[in-house]
């Protein structure tokens, strides 16, 4: 059984979904995109995940600001504001009648190709969107039991040539790191940068915890990741020493406590890396305190925007 931060229940309501396709819904059998799609083709796409929680998208602003800056920077005009877009969702998520425990993805291509090509100059059609609403709700006892991860080969690249913050299409050096992993019998693959530090993992941030302080990566070599920055406001809110700095597997293999982030999972634990058991619990004190300051500010955010 597969086993990671995505493991959400069951829940039979998402064979029924509908799926938007450039203003359109469809069944999920029948949602489908041409193959002369630039995302298809050369993965050139970017996409965004929320979470609806008591009827508010948690976190709006910060996940389309996110959207924004990666078509920016990868040249893709949208032919849609931020409202536009919010209308859209608002839209697929009243069609499936959908109030709590939602995950929504958002994936937009460059659009259509002429022909197979990488050259943007090629493209025919708009921008391509996708919405892909699911009743998601994370699985209680893959928390409560952690996960484990192995040190992947794959280094996570320089901002020169990929940068590691843009949420795009192009997974592939991911889903490497996350194949060794696996064949290594771990759940989820921990990557670090090119210059050997710990950097993230290779679908969620990652966190370790020493001598009552948070450590987590510079950041410029990771994802950037809307709950691990929400993880360090709550600890500068609550006086909590949250440190962004350079740190190695010697540091990891001696921390107290280790987690990852990520919107769909929120707060994972870390019980072992590289086959070394790290603290003493599968899921620590520390980590387990910090996961109720990240849910009293996703609380928080519920009652503002109502």
Known sequence: MVHGTHNALEDSRNKDIKIYINGDFFSREDAKISVFDSGYLVGDGIW??????????????????????????????FPFTQKELEAEVWKVLKINNMYDDVH???????GIKKTPSQDPRLTISGPNVVIV???????????EKGITLFTSTIRRGSPDYLDPRLNC??????VQALVQAIEAGADEALMLDINGFVSTCNATNFF???NNEVWTSTGEYCMNGITRA????????????????????FDVYGADEAFVTGTFGGLTP???IDGRPIGNKNYGDFTRKLSDLYNELIKLYIINSK
């Not at 602003?61 to 996110?66: K, L, V």
């Not at 929504?104 to 460059?110: D, H, K, S």
Request: a positive charge.
């Open 48 to 77: 965004e995940a929320l979470r609806l929680h008591n009827g508010v998208l948690v976190f709006l602003e910060d996940h389309f600001e996110r959207l924004w800056q990666a078509a920016a920077t990868v040249g893709m005009q």
């Open 104 to 110: 929504v993805r958002i994936m937009i291509t460059r």
């Open 133 to 143: 609403p699911e009743f998601k709700q994370a699985s209680i006892e893959s928390k």
């Open 169 to 174: 299409h192009s997974k592939l050096h991911e």
């Open 208 to 210: 370790i915890i020493k």
């Open 230 to 249: 929400k993880v360090i406001e709550a600890c500068e809110k609550n006086n909590i020493i949250c440190k962004q700095k350079n740190f190695s597997l």
């Open 270 to 272: 870390v019980t072992k």
